[in-house]
Every structure is written in structure tokens, then in C-alpha cells.
């Protein structure tokens, strides 16, 4: 335990310091956790979010993460305080503790000569690789046993087929310029491949004349919690894979178990069976929803500029049918990375796949929209707008899933 006396004088230190912010439910939290650790206390989650937030006592930290999003801020502000000394708040719990001061690290000499966009690229594509293998070790002994027998999971991990985490990715490509450099990287909705690259500049000769293939792929920031989420249900897959979704083929969607992670604008393959027997459709921008029934629009703020406390609307879209051959799907997606991050939580609510499994009937087919308040690229928190039944009848049918999407 720390020392309580050195606590306490840095506690009074950092609510003096400027970097604290002006923010009055950052204070107030900060207050809060500081009363709590002083009194050797370190409080529930829910505790914070009813005493600090003025939440009811029927709190539900899955679809309300005000208390992790202040907590996330105030750490930050924390950082800033006392040059590396000072106070933290300890990941995974709700308290002040001091914090010592960090030996300098070396920076290999190669990371030190790359650029800043290698280095990053890098960094991330093993942050990927790492966090799916831990993810996958830890699985079987971390994940609520409850959820193999709710639906829709239940189906997937129950009927005997291959499961495939399919995980949304984006193809982008460089942009040289007329004069060859400096380049810039470029995503189009309709290029997807480098062969919708290819066939892009024969349709668009001098607009493509500087376009190159980089072999790269992206995943949006939720991507990774949301995967992690998701695998908390699926201890007993069989032959349980992650691919992204350019790898997916018309066998794979056939004979495995599907479960998609992703921004509803990267469902690429499995695009026109998710809206087939849907009652919404896709905006121009990828970023809206449109109700086809009431012509209602939901547009996302989550890619337009924003900063500091500023709320805005994201929205996030749950789903599952059966596949053509008696294997499942399950469609986890936001329109941006608030929402995406959401859903994660979602998918592996009692509640929320309650109302999922009462809306798809005895078919088993639903789908649930919801709303969500994004602060950053965090989710604050998540209401349902509307829980429904999907028209399995018609998902397979030839010729059925003719919606038209934007070109982007």
C-alpha cells in the first residue's frame, strides 16, 4: 500500500496543478478516487458511475462506460503532472496510487532512424498479431461459461462447422502525385484489391495517373476491443480462425460459421447477405443508416472533426442469420470506431442478446440498431433504437440481395 502521508501531499500537489484541467466531472472524480484511496478503498465501477456520474443504482457498465471514460481522462491529465512522478490510477482499478519515476528506455537504433509512419505501421501490425494470440491463449479460461449457452452463440459454437472472425480490413494505396512524390495514401470505397486498382486506372486514366500498389491494409482503432469482446464467446468453436475480410471466398461463407468485426462500410463479401432481409440500408457517405420503412436517417459524427468533451452520435448494428448450409452468422459493426467499440460490449450482454433473440423468433434472424455517444474514439455509452426480425426467407435467395450501396 502506499505510503499514506506521501498520498496525501501528492494528491494536494495535483489539485493545484494546472494540467488537472478545468473540467468539473474530472475534478469531481479525481475528489472522489482521492477521498476513496486515502481511506484504503478502492470502489467498484459501478460505485463510481452512481456516486460521481449520478447513474441509477441499475447501472449496467456494458452499455454505459461514462465511468471508463472519465477514469481514461483523468489518467492522462495525471501523466502530465510531476514530470513521471506523481500519481496513477492503476489499469483495471478505480484509485489513486503513486507513481515512480520510469527509467529512460533505449530506443533500438534502427527504430530510431525509421520514419515515424514505418515505425508506426509496424508497431501496429504486432500490437495485431500479439494481442489475437494472447486473446486466443486466455480464452478458455477467462471467458463466462454462460455465454456458450445464450444465443446467438450458442448456434455458432453448437452446430459442428468451422468459425471464422472476420475482421473488416481496408486496402489503401499511394497517391504520387503528377510529379512522383511526395505521396499521400489513399483509400477509395470501390477499390478494394490491387485488381480494383488496376481496373480504377483504366477506368480513370488521368485521375489514377499516380496511383501505386503498396500491398497495405488497415483496421480501424475498435477493431482490436471489439475482437477481444467477441472472443469471450466463442470458447468451443470449432477450428476457430481470425481472417480479414479481403480474404473471405464465397466457400468460406458457405461452409463456416461467419462472425464479422468491422465498420458497417468494410463488410465487403458479406455485405449483401447482412442487408438482404434488412429493413436498413447504407447512406452515401458509409456513415449513415437509412430506415427504408420511415426513411428516418441516422448519420454519424464520429468522422467528422471533434475534440475534448464534445459529444457526438455513432451507431451500431447487431445481427445474425443462419447461413445456407445450417452455419451462422453474426454481424458485429459500428459506422465508426465509438460504436465499434460498443457492440464489442454488446455482443456479450445477456441483455442485449435477450432482446436479440426475442426479436428473431424461431427463425433465429434479428437485427438491433442502436445509438451511441462517442467522446474521442470512446464510447460513453449505448441505447437501443430498434430490435427487429431479419427476412431469412429471402437472404440466400438468388437475386434477393439487390440493395444498392454507395460507390463512396
Same mark, same amino acid.
Given at each position: 500500500?502506499?505510503?499514506?502521508?506521501?498520498?496525501?501531499?501528492?494528491?494536494?500537489?495535483?489539485?493545484?496543478?494546472?494540467?488537472?484541467?478545468?473540467?468539473?466531472?474530472?475534478?469531481?472524480?479525481?475528489?472522489?478516487?482521492?477521498?476513496?484511496?486515502?481511506?484504503?478503498?478502492?470502489?467498484?465501477?459501478?460505485?463510481?458511475?452512481?456516486?460521481?456520474?449520478?447513474?441509477?443504482?441499475?447501472?449496467?457498465?456494458?452499455?454505459?462506460?461514462?465511468?471508463?471514460?472519465?477514469?481514461?481522462?483523468?489518467?492522462?491529465?495525471?501523466?502530465?503532472?510531476?514530470?513521471?512522478?506523481?500519481?496513477?490510477?492503476?489499469?483495471?482499478?478505480?484509485?489513486?496510487?503513486?507513481?515512480?519515476?520510469?527509467?529512460?528506455?533505449?530506443?533500438?537504433?534502427?527504430?530510431?532512424?525509421?520514419?515515424?509512419?514505418?515505425?508506426?505501421?509496424?508497431l501496429a501490425s504486432l500490437c495485431a498479431v500479439g494481442a489475437w494470440t494472447i486473446m486466443a491463449a486466455n480464452a478458455g479460461s477467462s471467458a463466462p461459461a454462460r455465454l456458450a449457452d445464450v444465443q446467438p452463440w450458442?448456434?455458432?459454437?453448437?452446430?459442428?462447422?468451422?468459425?471464422?472472425?472476420?475482421?473488416?480490413?481496408?486496402?489503401?494505396?499511394?497517391?504520387?502525385?503528377?510529379?512522383?512524390?511526395?505521396?499521400?495514401?489513399?483509400?477509395?470505397?470501390?477499390?478494394?484489391?490491387?485488381?480494383?486498382?488496376?481496373?480504377?486506372?483504366?477506368?480513370?486514366?488521368?485521375?489514377? $495517373? @499516380?496511383? &501505386? =500498389?503498396?500491398? *497495405?491494409?488497415?483496421?480501424?482503432?475498435?477493431?482490436? +476491443?471489439?475482437?477481444?469482446?467477441?472472443? %469471450?464467446?466463442?470458447q468451443g468453436a470449432r477450428d476457430l480462425r481470425v481472417l480479414p475480410v479481403s480474404s473471405l471466398t464465397p466457400a468460406m461463407l458457405r461452409d463456416s460459421n461467419i462472425v464479422y468485426v468491422g465498420y458497417l462500410s468494410?463488410?465487403?463479401?458479406?455485405?449483401?447477405?447482412?442487408?438482404?432481409?434488412?429493413?436498413?440500408?447504407?447512406?452515401?457517405?458509409?456513415?449513415?443508416?437509412?430506415?427504408?420503412?420511415?426513411?428516418?436517417?441516422?448519420?454519424?459524427?464520429?468522422?467528422?472533426?471533434?475534440?475534448?468533451?464534445?459529444?457526438?452520435?455513432?451507431?451500431?448494428?447487431?445481427?445474425?442469420?443462419?447461413?445456407?448450409?445450417?452455419?451462422?452468422?453474426?454481424?458485429? $459493426? @459500428?459506422? &465508426? =470506431?465509438?460504436? *465499434?467499440?460498443?457492440?464489442?460490449?454488446?455482443?456479450? +450482454?445477456?441483455?442485449?442478446?435477450?432482446? %436479440?433473440?426475442?426479436?428473431?423468433?424461431?427463425?433465429g434472424a434479428a437485427e438491433a440498431l442502436y445509438g451511441i455517444n462517442g467522446m474521442g474514439e470512446v464510447n460513453v455509452d449505448s441505447r437501443l433504437i430498434r430490435a427487429g426480425p431479419l427476412d431469412q426467407a429471402i437472404?440466400?435467395?438468388?437475386?434477393?440481395?439487390?440493395?444498392?450501396?454507395?460507390?463512396?
Open positions: 500500500m502506499s505510503d499514506p502521508a506521501a498520498l496525501s501531499r501528492a494528491i494536494e500537489a495535483a489539485r493545484g496543478d494546472p494540467a488537472l484541467g478545468r473540467s468539473t466531472l474530472v475534478r469531481r472524480l479525481f475528489d472522489y478516487l482521492a477521498e476513496s484511496s486515502l481511506a484504503g478503498r478502492s470502489p467498484k465501477e459501478s460505485e463510481v458511475a452512481i456516486e460521481v456520474f449520478g447513474r441509477q443504482p441499475d447501472f449496467d457498465p456494458s452499455r454505459d462506460a461514462v465511468a471508463r471514460v472519465y477514469v481514461h481522462k483523468l489518467r492522462r491529465r495525471l501523466e502530465a503532472i510531476g514530470d513521471g512522478q506523481g500519481l496513477t490510477i492503476p489499469r483495471g482499478e478505480y484509485r489513486l496510487a503513486l507513481r515512480e519515476k520510469a527509467p529512460p528506455v533505449r530506443r533500438p537504433q534502427w527504430l530510431r532512424r525509421a520514419g515515424l509512419a514505418v515505425a508506426a505501421v509496424a450458442k448456434a455458432v459454437t453448437g452446430n459442428g462447422k468451422p468459425t471464422i472472425v472476420a475482421i473488416g480490413d481496408y486496402y489503401i494505396f499511394a497517391d504520387m502525385g503528377p510529379g512522383g512524390g511526395p505521396g499521400r495514401l489513399v483509400r477509395e470505397y470501390t477499390v478494394n484489391s490491387p485488381e480494383d486498382l488496376n481496373q480504377f486506372a483504366r477506368d480513370n486514366p488521368e485521375r489514377s $495517373a @499516380g496511383y &501505386r =500498389d503498396l500491398g *497495405l491494409h488497415y483496421l480501424p482503432v475498435g477493431s482490436a +476491443s471489439a475482437v477481444m469482446n467477441v472472443t %469471450l464467446a466463442l468494410g463488410l465487403g463479401l458479406l455485405r449483401d447477405a447482412t442487408f438482404a432481409g434488412s429493413r436498413y440500408s447504407i447512406g452515401e457517405t458509409y456513415d449513415d443508416i437509412v430506415d427504408n420503412r420511415t426513411r428516418q436517417r441516422f448519420e454519424s459524427g464520429g468522422g467528422a472533426p471533434h475534440r475534448g468533451d464534445a459529444m457526438y452520435p455513432d451507431y451500431g448494428y447487431l445481427a445474425t442469420f443462419a447461413g445456407p448450409t445450417g452455419n451462422r452468422f453474426v454481424i458485429v $459493426a @459500428g459506422t &465508426r =470506431d465509438a460504436a *465499434l467499440m460498443q457492440m464489442g460490449q454488446n455482443a456479450v +450482454s445477456r441483455g442485449v442478446l435477450d432482446d %436479440l433473440a426475442r426479436a428473431g423468433g424461431k427463425a437472404i440466400w435467395e438468388r437475386g434477393a440481395a439487390g440493395k444498392p450501396f454507395p460507390a463512396g
